[in-house]
């Protein structure tokens, strides 16, 4: 393998796995974030999605206008807004599933870890293996619990100890005491939420550094839902999450930060086009959001 | 190997854009297999311009040197050198005629009961009925067409005799019953619940509704499926060449109960015998003649049904 | 009598929800309906019966495995249809190792890698049209190519095996083509969407769960196909399938393949040409074998199916 001379390798398997006091030190500090005052400058925050005016648009369309925001390393970034704004659209803009439809293309720069995303140079499979997606409904392959988790990693060339990696993915997310002795059971024989749960270790078994989740808990009921959310706190020590969410209650529950989406109709042509209203700590959303549209969705007047 | 690492970005390193390449190996196979399948799917494209360039070559060979009155006689005689296309031409007429005469009210009857009146449990019997009779080989209908319909439906109550277009055409339409069936019956069903709702609704009954609303709605889809019918049995060969006579050639008819011949049939003659001929007269090359006209008539038709295809689909 | 308890506001309200006379018009509508389907049926029933009638006394007169095994001949007394039990198989398998791979490989292009480009749409109309070409158009295609194209007539050895192997190869092609398709377009978009996601590659994906998840309906659709090559008769019938004899002596494999041959159908056609009265019988025992080796096939493709279905 021409990789191993990499010295980004040596550093990787160093890491892995974290010691528990290095998540100690993270536990306090998103919060601590969020207490903080909108006008105090962030320096200690490492940016991972920096967002500069992007535009998506299908042929001619423009479903989504001039987005602009930064996503911060071990934090959970909601996505929030009424039907139709954009927000699912945007969030598959971050590991280049948009690619896979027909005439999309996106406009504006996306960086990643201050390397542009859209570069023709960078491979959206790669990409995808580093950003790992949760989808909205749970899909497991109809395959085994097993082979759902190490799919991702063999394809990415993994050769270590495949079952040490199944077990800690599937640990990670939660799911290890439920499904350890039916490894080789179907995946869609499990609940609609152990099934989502198998999603996220399936996400996290590529290592990748990013989870992104559209609406991963909208097919779910609530017992299921508070499962997942707790495990999202969980997973924001070791990764970044971005989350689309139709539950505003979950986007203050979980989220540190939080856009709102709103979808903009063009008098002329009627052309529903979703962009940002605003974008900042979920706190300040909630409790003191700057323009009105926020206020009125977050009080429950629209939408 | 200790493990190939696939870890995405440890904290403090930096990634370029080198990190978010495909490894070599990886893109390389993809980039063979996809071109690997366009190749397989550009071989239909090679396949219809090498049948175009065949027909063209062979139909250009034969009227180049065939003597154009002998296109317009008195019957299909290629070994006189007789090449009637009238001939052959209304043959197939006779067939496609008789072919739809039969497959119309069968295949529409068809279809409209199982879209409309039968029972989910009788659906699931019927149906795979009708595919077993789609599935039956042409050779064997020609054979059946021979052997039964010739003298239990046109010999005795027709007076032909046992060979005749008329036999050819029944079992013709007989083996196009269930395309007809089956390409009427989506088009019927794909017409929404809620018009028949609508029509029940205003106090109509359920023939008033089959035949004044999901009929009209489908209509397109019915018509699609009887060009297609005619299309088939136009081509269709076997039934033809086992049960309509005429295998040395024929005269101009257009009586079902004659012998006849079609432009199937008349290929298929001339195959069977193209050993001897070759050479000699212009039969082999007309051959591919007949060809170019099956062809381009059978595409017409064909071109025909899949534009009222596409209506149906654009209308709901 | 139920009605005579009946007040007569209640009956008259009753008589006038029924209708004021029983639906004559409809029911025999329905009926009309009905019959068009059984008529079909009835063909089917009279057909096989038919069939099966004329051709026991061969089965029973010199056993099944006499008339299976027997060659061509002109005596109908010693006639079988070994050479064409012989010829359909070599003609299936160039089906099997040809049109199968060829026409996967196509359907899984159009549905998995191609766009939505001018060249796709060429190539779409290009498959459907190919699958409404009379059977005996292909025939000629095949004359051309394998029997007068002079750099091919050496290595097919003209009207040969080779030749209507190919030809009818050719013929299930967009069949195989357009099944395929069918049943990679039943794979539900998000199991794709879920190996994107953890960064597979399109053949990956395609590999590791688009097909195994299309495999049944392939499968069906591959099958159908083989049945269909099975009964094709026209373009064999061109490329002199009719009147070759398999060669039944111990020529090599190769030599096999380039020589003169026959398959089931075209032996019935061969039979049905002869002196009706003499071939009636043989004739309908070849029909019946044709008949049974297609039922074999399906019922083969069922249960493999099946199998393949129940592991997940």
Redesign the interface.
């Given at each position: 393998?021409?990789?191993?001379g990499d010295?980004?390798?040596v550093?990787?398997?160093v890491?892995?796995p974290e010691s528990e006091g290095g998540q100690a030190e993270h536990e306090q500090g998103p919060r601590l974030a969020v207490r903080q005052s909108r006008d105090e400058p962030e320096v200690q925050r490492?940016v991972v999605f920096d967002v500069r005016d992007v535009s998506n648009y299908y042929g001619d369309f423009r479903a989504v206008r001039n987005v602009t925001l930064p996503v911060f390393?071990n934090e959970i970034t909601a996505l929030i807004g009424p039907s139709g704004c954009g927000k699912t659209t945007f969030l598959r803009n971050l590991?280049r599933?948009n690619d896979?439809i027909?005439?999309a293309r996106i406009e504006g720069e996306l960086l990643?870890?201050?390397?542009?995303?859209y570069?023709p140079?960078?491979?959206p499979?790669?990409?995808?293996?580093?950003?790992?997606?949760v989808?909205q409904?749970p899909?497991?392959?109809?395959?085994s619990i097993y082979d759902n988790v190490a799919?991702?990693?063999r394809?990415?060339?993994?050769?270590?100890?495949m079952d040490d990696l199944v077990e800690e993915s599937l640990h990670r997310a939660a799911l290890w005491d439920e499904v350890k002795d039916k490894l080789k059971e179907?995946g869609?024989a499990l609940s609609g939420g152990q099934q989502q749960r198998l999603?996220i270790a399936?996400?996290i078994?590529?290592?990748?550094?990013?989870i992104l989740m559209d609406e991963p808990c909208s097919a779910l009921d609530p017992i299921a839902t508070q499962r997942i959310e707790d495990l999202m706190l969980e997973l924001k020590h070791r990764y970044s999450i971005v989350i689309v969410t139709h539950n505003m209650q979950q986007a203050a529950r979980v989220s540190d930060r939080t856009a709102f989406f709103t979808v903009e109709v063009h008098e002329d042509s009627g052309q529903r086009t979703g962009t940002v209203v605003e974008y900042d700590k979920t706190e300040t959303i909630f409790t003191n959001p700057s323009d009105k549209r926020t206020e009125d969705y977050v009080t429950g007047r629209f939408g | 190997m200790a493990g190939v690492s696939i870890e995405a970005r440890p904290a403090g390193t930096s990634l370029s854009v080198s990190d978010l390449r495909l490894k070599m190996g990886r893109r390389r196979r993809e980039g063979v297999v996809r071109r690997v399948f366009f190749a397989a799917a550009l071989v239909s494209v090679l396949i219809n311009v090498l049948i175009v360039v065949t027909l063209f070559d062979g139909t250009w060979d034969f009227l180049s040197r065939v003597e154009l009155r002998l296109l317009w006689t008195d019957g299909w005689f290629p070994r006189r050198d007789m090449y009637d296309i009238r001939t052959i031409v209304a043959g197939t007429m006779v067939v496609a005629v008789v072919a739809m005469v039969v497959a119309t009210p069968l295949g529409l009857g068809a279809a409209v009961y199982l879209a409309e009146y039968a029972s989910r449990r009788a659906r699931r019997w019927l149906k795979p009925i009708l595919e077993v009779l789609a599935g039956i080989p042409s050779v064997v209908m020609g054979f059946f067409a021979l052997i039964w319909i010739s003298p239990n439906i046109m010999q005795s109550f027709f007076d032909a005799g046992l060979f005749s277009l008329g036999a050819a055409g029944i079992g013709v339409g007989i083996l196009i019953t269930p395309l007809v069936a089956s390409v009427a019956e989506d088009a019927m069903f794909a017409v929404p619940g809620s018009l028949r709702e609508a029509s029940y609704g205003l106090g109509a009954r359920k023939r008033a509704t089959t035949i004044r609303v999901v009929f009209p709605a489908a209509v397109s889809g019915i018509v699609a499926a009887l060009i297609l019918g005619i299309s088939r049995a136009i081509g269709e060969t076997l039934v033809v060449a086992i049960a309509a006579g005429g295998t040395g050639g024929s005269l101009f008819t257009i009586d079902p109960r004659q012998q006849g011949q079609t432009m199937t049939a008349a290929m298929t003659a001339l195959a069977t015998g193209s050993d001897q001929v070759k050479g000699a007269t212009l039969a082999f090359p007309s051959l591919f003649f007949v060809g170019a006209l099956l062809f381009f008539m059978t595409l017409g038709l064909n071109v025909m049904s899949e534009r009222f295809v596409r209506r149906v689909r654009k209308s709901y | 009598m139920a009605a005579t308890h009946v007040s007569a506001t209640a009956g008259a309200v009753e008589q006038a929800l029924r209708g004021r006379r029983t639906d004559v018009g409809g029911v025999a509508f329905r009926i009309a309906l009905f019959g068009a389907l059984l008529i079909s049926l009835l063909v089917l029933v009279i057909l096989l019966a038919d069939v099966f009638r004329t051709a026991w006394p061969v089965f029973r007169d010199r056993g099944v495995a006499d008339f299976v095994t027997s060659n061509i001949s002109s005596l109908p007394e010693r006639a079988g249809v070994r050479q064409g039990i012989i010829g359909s198989l070599y003609i299936v398998a160039f089906v099997v190792v040809i049109a199968i791979p060829l026409g996967i490989g196509g359907a899984i292009y159009m549905e998995e890698y191609a766009r939505d480009t001018r060249l796709t749409r060429v190539i779409n109309a290009n498959i459907r049209n190919l699958a409404g070409v009379p059977a005996i158009v292909y025939g000629l295609l095949g004359i051309a190519l394998f029997v007068q194209f002079q750099a091919l007539q050496p290595i097919t050895g003209g009207r040969s095996i080779i030749s209507g192997g190919l030809t009818i190869a050719i013929l299930v092609l967009p069949i195989v083509i357009i099944t395929s398709a069918e049943a990679l377009r039943a794979v539900p978009r998000s199991i794709r969407e879920a190996a994107f996601g953890v960064g597979a590659t399109r053949w990956e994906v395609v590999r590791s769960h688009v097909l195994p998840y299309a495999a049944p309906g392939i499968f069906t659709g591959t099958i159908l196909t083989l049945a269909r090559a099975f009964g094709e008769t026209a373009p064999l019938i061109l490329l002199g399938a009719a009147t070759g004899f398999l060669s039944t002596g111990s020529a090599g494999f190769v030599d096999t393949l380039k020589g003169p041959y026959t398959a089931l159908p075209t032996l019935v056609f061969a039979y049905a040409r002869k002196n009706l009265r003499a071939f009636e019988q043989i004739t309908a025992a070849t029909i019946v074998t044709l008949l049974v080796v297609l039922l074999l096939v399906n019922a083969t493709a069922i249960i493999l199916r099946n199998r393949y279905e129940r592991k997940w």
């Open positions: 393998m021409s990789e191993s010295p980004m390798d550093t990787n398997r890491q892995l490492e390393r590991n599933m896979l027909e005439g990643y870890h201050g390397v542009d995303l570069d140079q960078v491979d499979v790669e990409v995808r293996r580093r950003i790992g997606m989808f409904k899909n497991p392959f109809p395959k799919f991702g990693p394809i990415a060339g993994f050769t270590g100890n179907s869609m999603c399936r996400a078994a590529t290592r990748p550094d990013v | - | -």
